[in-house]
């Protein structure tokens, strides 16, 4: 047909609005966000995209975080029961995208004034050339501490390196009895920045080998052990969030090294911090060859197999646009994804945001490649084998890196 021509009746372009009596249908959405703190807030957003929307049918479902993403694929590979859209871990995306259970949505409403979105969220969301998740929260990790611990042990700064965090949780210990550190000891996020602290890494995605049984992921599972072994970091290796929080909100221990996603919670209030004031977040610690936290973060995927497409990308251009994101971020102290939304005065004002900003600016990258998501599985056994004595430092590196050898089929 001719070019231009304005006849036709696929989906309006990219940034268009919709005519909301025109689209019906259902959309399923399978949330992954902390039932608890985080569901409540997207559910009445929900209610706001119903009111514009009111032919449109929401079914949401709170799916735990632990469990989604094998109960995704499950869905998707026989298409029972399967959601119209998902919250996609950022590393899911790559890998649901390879196995063509996404559907792409360059060109959609879905992915309305994709210009205003941060590159680094982005990258996440792109398989082969294409897009096919709309990024909703960005995340990295930091140091919260306790100011008011801090002040009673006269340290006067938080610490920046692995041997001031030491040398803090000493002078806490000799003052208050208490630990200075929660290490969480059962999810392998936490020893990222331990990772990239020492310059290491996971493994090389370009050159296609394995770095984390090199000398300098040694020296991080070294440095982790150590700060448990010394006393100045406690860990479980089961119960972990349940367990870093509760010590950290009661004042158990003085630092954890945790995301944005926390705040929901440690805002709550919870002994420690019924004064928000009392917190403070600094930047992960650095090792002996740099300082480094990990980029997380999830995004809005459509179903390739969803029979409610166009209601699917109306509720993810709802959903990811600046006044929903601005809303997030008041209420969770989430981090936007929009360029546009920390430009907001009255999310420009806010601490966590201020400072998480420059962190996510600075995270460090992930390879955004299909096996991404499966290198956590082995280093967490690895790291809890080592974390309860079972196997030394050096050993737990070795072991993962094997793992990943074998795994990946890479040097
Ligand atoms: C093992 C898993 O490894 C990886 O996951 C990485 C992940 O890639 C990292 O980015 C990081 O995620 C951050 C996250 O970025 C950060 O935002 C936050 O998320 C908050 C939310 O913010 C909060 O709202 C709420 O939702 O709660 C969320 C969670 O708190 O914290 C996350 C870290 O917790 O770390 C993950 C590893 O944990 C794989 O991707 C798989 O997930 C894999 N699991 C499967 C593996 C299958 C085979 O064994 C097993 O059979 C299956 O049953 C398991 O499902």
Do not use: C
């Amino acid at each position: 047909g001719s070019s231009g021509d304005s006849s036709n009746n696929s989906a309006p372009a990219a940034g268009a609005s919709v005519d909301p009596a025109k689209v019906s249908g259902t959309v399923t959405w399978w949330d992954t966000s902390d039932a608890k703190a985080e569901a409540p807030t997207y559910q009445k957003v929900i209610e706001g995209f119903q009111a514009k929307y009111p032919n449109v049918k929401v079914k949401y479902v709170n799916v735990p975080f632990a469990d989604a993403q094998n109960k995704i694929k499950n869905a998707f590979s026989t298409g029972t029961d399967a959601p119209d859209v998902i919250r996609s871990e950022v590393a899911w995306t790559p890998e649901l995208a390879s196995l063509h259970y996404l559907a792409p949505l360059d060109g959609t409403i879905a992915l309305d004034k994709a210009d205003d979105f941060l590159p680094n969220p982005v990258a996440a969301t792109k398989y082969e050339g294409k897009t096919y998740a709309v990024p909703q929260v960005t995340d990295t990790m930091a140091l919260f501490y306790n100011k008011k611990m801090f002040a009673d042990a006269g340290i006067a700064k938080p610490p920046a390196t692995v041997e001031e965090l030491k040398a803090a949780a000493a002078q806490i210990k000799a003052k208050s009895g208490k630990t200075g550190l929660y290490l969480r000891g059962d999810d392998a996020y936490w020893t990222l920045s331990f990772l990239y602290g020492e310059g290491g890494d996971l493994v090389d995605a370009n050159a296609k080998t394995v770095s984390i049984d090199n000398a300098a992921g040694v020296k991080a599972f070294k440095t982790m052990k150590d700060l448990v072994d010394s006393g100045a970091a406690k860990t479980s290796v089961t119960d972990g969030w349940a367990n870093m929080m509760s010590s950290f909100q009661s004042g158990d221990t003085a630092m954890m090294i945790n995301g944005p996603w926390a705040l929901a919670t440690v805002n709550k209030g919870g002994e420690a911090f019924a004064d928000k004031a009392n917190l403070g977040i600094a930047v992960v610690p650095a090792g002996s060859g740099g300082q480094g936290a990990p980029q997380g973060g999830h995004s809005y995927a459509v179903y390739a197999g969803s029979k409610n497409v166009s209601a699917s990308e109306l509720f993810v251009q709802y959903m990811a646009s600046a006044e929903t994101q601005a809303t997030l971020t008041k209420e969770l102290g989430v981090l936007p994804t929009r360029k546009s939304v920390y430009a907001q005065p009255d999310v420009a004002s806010i601490e966590s945001v201020k400072f998480f900003k420059d962190a996510i600016d600075k995270a460090h990258q992930r390879p955004w490649i299909p096996e991404g998501g499966t290198l956590f599985a082995p280093l967490v056994t690895e790291y809890t084998a080592m974390l309860s004595g079972k196997e030394t430092p050096e050993q737990a590196a070795k072991n993962t890196g094997d793992a990943y050898r074998k795994n990946l089929g890479w040097k």
